[in-house]
C-alpha cells in the first residue's frame, strides 16, 4: 500500500525557517516526480516545487530563491527547505508523488498534509 509520511511542519516567526519532508512507502520512488503543494486559508491548492525523475526542477514564482526541494532517492525521501517565510507562506503543505509518465495513469497519490504557519 502507498503511503506518503509528512513531517517538519510547525510555528515559524516570519524571516524563519523550517524543512520539510515526506518519506514515500510502497512506490519505485526513483521513477517518480515528486511535489510539494500547499492550500493556504481561503485558497486554492497551489504547485510550491516539483522535481521530476531526472532530477529537473520547477518552483513557483512567489518561492523562488526562498525555498529548494531535493530528493534522496536512497532513503526514499523528498525535502522541501524553506527559508526566508512570510506570513503568506502560512498553509498545508501536501507532498505529491506523479507515477504517470513511467509506470500508470493512476500512478498519483497525496500524502496526509502538514500544516506551517508563520506568525509573530
Known amino acids: 500500500q502507498v503511503q506518503l509520511v509528512e513531517s517538519g511542519g510547525g510555528l515559524v516567526q516570519p524571516g524563519g525557517s523550517l524543512r520539510l519532508s515526506c518519506a514515500a512507502f510502497?512506490?519505485?520512488?526513483?521513477?517518480?516526480?515528486m511535489g510539494w503543494y500547499r492550500r493556504a486559508p481561503g485558497k486554492q491548492r497551489e504547485l510550491v516545487a516539483t522535481?521530476?525523475?531526472?532530477?529537473?526542477?520547477n518552483y513557483a514564482d512567489s518561492v523562488k530563491g526562498r525555498f529548494t526541494i531535493s530528493r534522496d532517492n536512497a532513503k526514499n525521501t523528498v525535502y522541501l527547505q524553506m527559508n526566508s517565510l512570510k506570513p503568506e507562506d502560512t498553509a498545508v503543505y501536501y507532498c505529491?508523488?506523479?507515477?504517470?509518465?513511467?509506470?500508470?495513469?493512476?500512478?498519483?497519490?497525496w500524502g496526509q498534509g502538514t500544516q506551517v504557519t508563520v506568525s509573530s
Open positions: 505529491h508523488a506523479d507515477g504517470t509518465s513511467y509506470i500508470s495513469s493512476r500512478s498519483l497519490y
Open positions: 510502497g512506490i519505485t520512488f526513483r521513477l517518480y516526480e
Open positions: 522535481i521530476t525523475s531526472g532530477g529537473t526542477i
